[in-house]
């Protein structure tokens, strides 16, 4: 079984400021894909970045990027000029590739404060 | 616009008074998955939907159902629930192929007394 590990229960960052969430996970797996989904208070899940297991060159979205390391299998995800609106409950999550309808194995979460 | 909706936001059950939970989804997608959230706790998959064919995680409580009667609607039922039982509960929706996300819903928080 997969297991994910988030290990900042919370994080805080000055607004402007950059600041890297770390996920590690464990798989015994090829292919797969990683996600770092964002939870803002009292709203749904929400994307903001995925990898696939087979691509070495690391996601970019914007202000978001990751460092993928399979061997070390990490997953880290960096937020660049950290804003206000980026405060939420950060998920790491993992799914196998070999089926598209697998569900998500999540970390249990960082708390992200953005301070003014 | 809303695209995958649960009802009610927040939910009051007495002990071992069945109570069921709803999902709706505008997106026309063919998976439908239920998730548990626990307070501090990674959400936790419970079951899906690949549309009708129904699939169990090996320890999902039997005190848990679910039920899909059409493409947009899912359900989630809880026969008899316990003090354990009370979380927040996550519907989310995906189109089933190898490349693809999971949208979720807002959540439904599930109170028991």
């Known amino acids: 079984a997969q297991t994910v590990t988030q290990s900042q229960p919370e994080m805080s960052v000055q607004e402007a400021e950059t600041v890297t969430l770390s996920c590690t996970y464990d798989?015994?797996?090829?292919?797969?894909?990683l996600f770092w989904y964002k939870q803002p208070p009292s709203r749904q899940m929400i994307l903001v970045i995925r990898q696939e297991a087979y691509k070495q060159q690391n996601a970019t979205e914007n202000r978001f990027s990751v460092n993928f390391q399979k061997a070390a299998k990490s997953f880290s995800l960096k937020i660049s000029d950290s804003q206000l609106g980026d405060a939420a409950m950060y998920f790491c999550?993992?799914?196998?590739?070999?089926?598209?309808?697998?569900?998500?194995?999540f970390g249990k979460g960082t708390h992200l404060i953005i301070q003014p | 616009d809303a695209m995958v909706i649960q009802n009610p936001r927040y939910q009051v059950t007495q002990f071992g008074k069945p109570v069921t939970l709803s999902c709706s989804q505008t997106l026309n997608h063919n998976v439908m998955y239920w998730y548990q959230q626990k307070s501090s706790q990674a959400p936790k998959l419970l079951f899906h939907y690949y549309d009708k064919d129904f699939n169990n995680e090996a320890d999902t409580p039997d005190n848990f159902q679910s039920r899909r009667p059409n493409t947009s609607f899912c359900f989630l039922d809880i026969r008899s629930p316990g003090l354990g039982d009370a979380a927040m509960y996550l519907c989310a929706t995906s189109r089933g192929n190898r490349n693809t996300e999971a949208f979720f819903g807002q959540g439904t928080r599930l109170t028991v007394v």
């Open positions: 798989t015994s797996e090829s292919d797969y894909y």
């Open positions: 999550a993992y799914r196998s590739a070999r089926g598209g309808a697998d569900g998500l194995t």
